[in-house]
């Protein structure tokens, strides 16, 4: 069952109910309610609602205390297929589709709405895009009608590919369930945790005591009165007239850099970070009735993992997870995938010896045991160096090793990367696209720094083979991701248990302690199914290591 749902003015709505092949299968109905009217069906079809965006149709249904079981959602489905078609990055709204069905000028999509803190209120924080409620139920028809036959004729396999839609969509639906829900944060510790860092914070909104006396460390050192710290430009220019050139500031150059000013700068460096991003001010602006409570954004990079607008809820530093406590009574299930990307290379480059080795508990030690002579570090640097594109110091000879011992798996990432540098486009194993060569990426999004910079088209051509090298595993690892936090949500349903944080391939549920053996027992569950929906009756194992702690920060 489907049921087609547009929001209109004042929590009223439109609905049409659609057979298993998106024809009406009934009249359609304007509800004063919208949210009892999805309750309702909740309660009686579970159906699977079309709608025009889930982050914005479901966050005041979830306020409503409504929680639905499926969806499609028109936006992010166009968002793929555009990237199948290689138009990447174009317009996705429904009025857009629209537009280039009729051959008419297409509008720019709506500017997201910026996730502002709780202190601006709930609805500020799930407010949906002035467009939506535009949105009628016809247009919203004649978009998925076209997307259900665009889906048909995909370059990839459209079954794969409709698995992709369903899984981003149910993505869409953790991301709001997860903004709803929050993440258990005591401000207090949060608190203590800033003094003990950083000292008392200044009574003038200036930098902590810590950092103040760290600057004056940094300027003794270098001979000078006064220099600021976070200044790229001013650090360059003191480590010069030092007799000391380095090509950036970044921790890991400075880490090489024998000089007085090193220490205290790298101390600076860090606890500055956290100030400015996980400060006081942080804490008072996101931190609201003992929940962080920021907004996710499904598919928010290319390779498909999700990002997050405003909080930086996807990077919380280690030391700052000393907040995150589960609430008295309650714990945290913190679960990875072990190795996961590299077990995605085994699964689908159709390496049989790689997949052998992806059995183990340990793929790296399974893979020195087979073929690099017990060592694990070098077995480790050549499946990464695969993967990244590395190609120079200690790769060189482990990747040959690779290469003799596993070419069917090395020579899939090196098709990727000639696609890549030819200009071509690649697709994860679902059918994910990455962007055209004439759209400018951020080099970042595929987990590594680019060294090419202005470099000329040939250094821009091996940067974009590495893109797509790594993309076709990258992109397949949060296609899993995605599949396992469907399953695991289903799992979860009607239970107390709530998944609070989801950031690449690590998930955390609160929930009561008496349940984390459950909760575990669901998580090992979930990665198998996971597993079996993407790749079949494969040899490969995705175990998932998880535990459970009363804090974030007790988690390995």
């Not at 309610?33 to 005041?60: D, G, N, Q």
């Not at 790298?266 to 996980?278: G, P, S």
């Not at 009607?494 to 909760?519: I, K, M, R, Y």
């Not at 597993?531 to 995705?542: K, S």
Request: charged share 20%; hydrophobic share 45%; glycine share 10%.
């Amino acid at each position: 069952m489907l049921v087609a749902a547009v929001p209109g003015e004042g929590g009223s709505g439109r609905l049409l109910p659609l057979d298993d092949g998106g024809r009406p299968a009934g009249a359609a109905a304007t509800v004063p309610s919208l949210a009892a009217a999805v309750a309702s069906w909740e309660a009686a079809e579970k159906p699977r609602w079309i709608w025009p965006s889930t982050m914005a149709v479901y966050p005041p249904l979830l306020a409503a205390g409504v929680r639905v079981e499926r969806c499609h959602d028109v936006e992010l489905t166009e968002a793929l297929l555009l990237g199948s078609e290689g138009t990447w990055g174009a317009p996705r709204s429904v009025a857009a589709a629209l537009a280039r069905l009729r051959g008419t000028p297409v509008p720019p999509d709506p500017p997201p709405v910026t996730a502002e803190p709780p202190g601006g209120g709930q609805d500020a924080l799930f407010a949906a895009p002035a467009a939506t409620p535009s949105v009628t139920l016809e247009d919203l028809l004649m978009a998925y009608a076209d997307q259900r036959a665009r889906m048909s004729a995909v370059p990839s396999s459209p079954g794969r590919f409709r698995l992709l839609v369903a899984a981003e969509s149910a993505g869409a639906l953790v991301a709001a369930e997860m903004g709803a829900a929050g993440l258990p944060w005591r401000a207090d510790v949060h608190d203590a945790l800033l003094r003990e860092l950083l000292g008392p914070p200044s009574a003038v909104g200036g930098p902590p005591a810590r950092l103040v006396s760290l600057a004056a460390e940094i300027a003794a050192a270098f001979g000078v009165r006064h220099l600021h710290p976070e200044s790229p430009g001013e650090l360059l220019k003191a480590f010069h007239r030092a007799g000391v050139d380095v090509p950036n500031t970044r921790s890991w150059t400075l880490q090489k850099v024998d000089h007085p000013a090193v220490p205290p700068l790298l101390a600076y460096k860090e606890l500055f970070r956290i100030w400015t991003a996980h400060g006081w001010a942080w804490r008072d602006a996101w931190i609201q009735n003992g929940r962080f409570r920021p907004e996710y954004v499904p598919g928010g990079v290319v390779s498909g993992r999700w990002a997050s607008r405003g909080g930086g809820a996807l990077q919380i530093p280690k030391v700052v997870r000393r907040a995150v406590i589960a609430d008295p009574g309650w714990c945290l299930v913190v679960a990875d995938a072990a190795q996961l990307e590299p077990r995605v290379l085994a699964a689908v480059s159709g390496d049989a010896r790689l997949a052998a080795a992806g059995q183990a508990g340990d793929l790296y030690a399974a893979l020195a045991t087979d073929a690099f002579a017990g060592d694990r570090a070098k077995a480790k640097v050549a499946l990464l160096g695969a993967m990244y594109g590395q190609t120079g110091g200690a790769a060189i000879p482990a990747l040959a090793v690779l290469r003799s011992n596993y070419p069917t798996a090395f020579d899939y990432v090196e098709s990727a990367a000639r696609t890549g540098e030819g200009g071509g486009l690649v697709r994860s194993w679902l059918g994910r696209t990455c962007p055209p060569s004439s759209v400018s990426v951020s080099l970042a999004d595929a987990g590594y720094e680019s060294g090419d910079g202005g470099a000329p088209d040939s250094g821009r051509s091996r940067a974009r083979g590495r893109f797509t090298r790594n993309f076709v595993i990258q992109a397949t690892a949060a296609e899993w991701a995605l599949a396992l936090l469907a399953t695991l949500r289903t799992a979860l349903a009607g239970t107390p248990a709530e998944l609070v944080l989801f950031q690449h391939d690590e998930v955390l549920v609160h929930c009561p302690a008496d349940q984390a053996d459950s909760v575990i027992e669901a998580v090992h569950a979930a990665g198998i199914k996971a597993t079996a929906a993407l790749f079949g009756d494969t040899e490969v194992r995705f175990p998932m290591e998880a535990s459970a702690v009363e804090c974030y920060a007790e988690a390995k």
